[in-house]
Structures are given as structure tokens and as C-alpha cells.
């Protein structure tokens, strides 16, 4: 049986056109919303990368390390999940001989008030490093003793390393967190004066005051999400730094400098179909 006449040829081929239209451009939006993705979604730092150099002395060992993204700090540590134990060996160079270096958990949020600290520090050039103990309950001087922390921190020992780059402090500690605890607010810092037997004030430079992250204790260092300005800029920024190492969230020019050609060839095949009907 014979086939039927379409009524509107014309039709037809406004039709077909805009089929071949919209598969020509889902490869864009896909590549487009591909870019957004990598831009909002930051992956979390690796751990163990820039500390596998690290040496501790006989007995020392840990199952977890990572580079921390502010201040040439490292941290090392092994957590028991079940238990809530766990010990931690930070990694840090004072900005000047005599100086101190510190690592605190915060449970309360994520800036330094709130903060329980330990600070690893010598009263003098002749001593040996020591530890105490802080709970950061506003901006205010240290003292120089001790002061009760949230966590019970046994184990508390400091030394010098002259393995690793010279003048680095390592800061030894166990603290017994709530069992089941999967993340923590983590600060880091270091100090350049030590003044009546304790730390002074650190300095108040874009290092010093980004030095605080999340980290998950099952062995990934989690540091703070990209500002969405930065995002948004093209220019990935490291896993160290939260960055997805993608592109912003806008497609980029190549995207649509190669996607015309294609919708251009497009419509001049569908204006010569519409000739021919």
C-alpha cells in the first residue's frame, strides 16, 4: 500500500530542526553542569601526602599522616574508634628559636575559642620542651601552667628534631575522645616568644589564621571548603586546600567556541531540507 503524503512538509522540517538543535547543545549543558559539580563538591585531602619523611624516635608509630595545608605542619596520628583513644604526634617549625607550637581539638566550633589545646613549648633556650594543656575560653594570654582540658591527654612529651629540616618541634599526646567520634574541629599553631615561662601571642598572618580544618579520624585530613569566589574563578586549587582541582562553574570558552560550528553546519542542512520540501 502506498505511503501517505505528509500535509505540512514545511512543518516536518521545523520539526526535525529542532531535535538536531537540542542534541547539539546537551553535550554543552552537560559539559556545563559537569563544571558546576566540580566546583561546589571539594574532595577531602589525602592523607600521607609530604609526611611519609617524618621520623619519630623508637616506639613512635602511627597509622594515619597528612600534610596540613597552613604553616608546614603535619600530623600523625592512630585513632581507636571503639575505644574513643586517640594519640596524635604534631609537626611544626616556631617562627623563631624559642618559640612554641600547639594542636587543639575544638568540640564547640571551629575558630580558636572553645579550643583544648596542647602547646608544646621550652621556658628557656637550655630547656628541654614540655607540654601543657589549655581550654581556650577567650582571647586572653596563656598562663603559665596548665589548665584543664575537655579530654582526659596522657602521654605528653615534646622534642626537637634535627632530622626534619632542623628546628622542627614534634608534640606527643593521647587524648580519649567519646567512642564513636568519626570527626573533629582541628587547630593548629605556632608562636615565635616564650615570656615568663608562657606562650605569647601568635602572629596574626593569613597562615596563622587559616590553620584550622576538619579532620576524620579514619585516616582522610579534611581541610575547609573553597570560598565559592574562588570556586568560581577557573583556577582549581589543591586537594590540600579542599579544591575539587576542576575548572569554576561556568563552562569554559573552548566549550563554546567548539559547540558553534556544530549548530551552525546544523542549520544550514535544515534550511537546505526545507528548500528541497
Known amino acids: 500500500m502506498a505511503s501517505a503524503t505528509p500535509r505540512n512538509p ?3 522540517a521545523i520539526a526535525i530542526l529542532a531535535v538536531l538543535v537540542t542534541a547539539a547543545a546537551a553535550p554543552t549543558a552537560t559539559r556545563a553542569a559537569s563544571g558546576v559539580r566540580a566546583a561546589v563538591a571539594p574532595s577531602p585531602a589525602a592523607a600521607g601526602g609530604g609526611c611519609d619523611g617524618d621520623k619519630f624516635p623508637a616506639g613512635r608509630s602511627y597509622a594515619h599522616c597528612a600534610a596540613l595545608p597552613y604553616l608546614g605542619a603535619r600530623l600523625h596520628w592512630t585513632h581507636d574508634a571503639k575505644t574513643g583513644s586517640l594519640s596524635v604526634a604534631f609537626v ?3 617562627p623563631a628559636g624559642g618559640g612554641w607550637v600547639s594542636w587543639a ?3 564547640a566550633g571551629e575558630g580558636m575559642k572553645g579550643a583544648q ?3 608544646a613549648f621550652r621556658t628557656s633556650p637550655a630547656a628541654p620542651y614540655a607540654v601543657n594543656t ?3 575560653t577567650g582571647y586572653k594570654p596563656f598562663g603559665a601552667s596548665s589548665t584543664a582540658i575537655a ?3 596522657t602521654g605528653l612529651a615534646a622534642d626537637e628534631s634535627a632530622a626534619n629540616a632542623g628546628g622542627e618541634v614534634r608534640l606527643y599526646g593521647k587524648l580519649q575522645l567519646a567512642p564513636g567520634t568519626e570527626v573533629v574541629n582541628h587547630i593548629w599553631q605556632v608562636g615565635s616568644t616564650v615570656t615568663g615561662g608562657a606562650p605569647v601571642k601568635h602572629a596574626f598572618d593569613k597562615d596563622n589564621l587559616e590553620a584550622k580544618g576538619k579532620l576524620a579520624l579514619s585516616g582522610a585530613a579534611l581541610a575547609p571548603a573553597p570560598e565559592p569566589a574562588a570556586a568560581g574563578a577557573g583556577g582549581g586549587s589543591s586537594a590540600a586546600k ?3 582541582g576542576g575548572s569554576g562553574g561556568k563552562p569554559s570558552a573552548a566549550t563554546a567556541t567548539v559547540s558553534a560550528p556544530v549548530l551552525m553546519m546544523l542549520l544550514a542542512l535544515a534550511a537546505g531540507f526545507m528548500a528541497i520540501v
Open 242 to 244: 579542599g579544591g575539587s
Open 151 to 153: 579530654f582526659k591527654a
Open 105 to 107: 581539638i575544638n568540640p
Open 134 to 136: 589549655y581550654n581556650i
Open 117 to 119: 589545646a596542647l602547646v
Open 92 to 94: 611544626a617549625k616556631p
Open 10 to 12: 514545511r512543518g516536518r
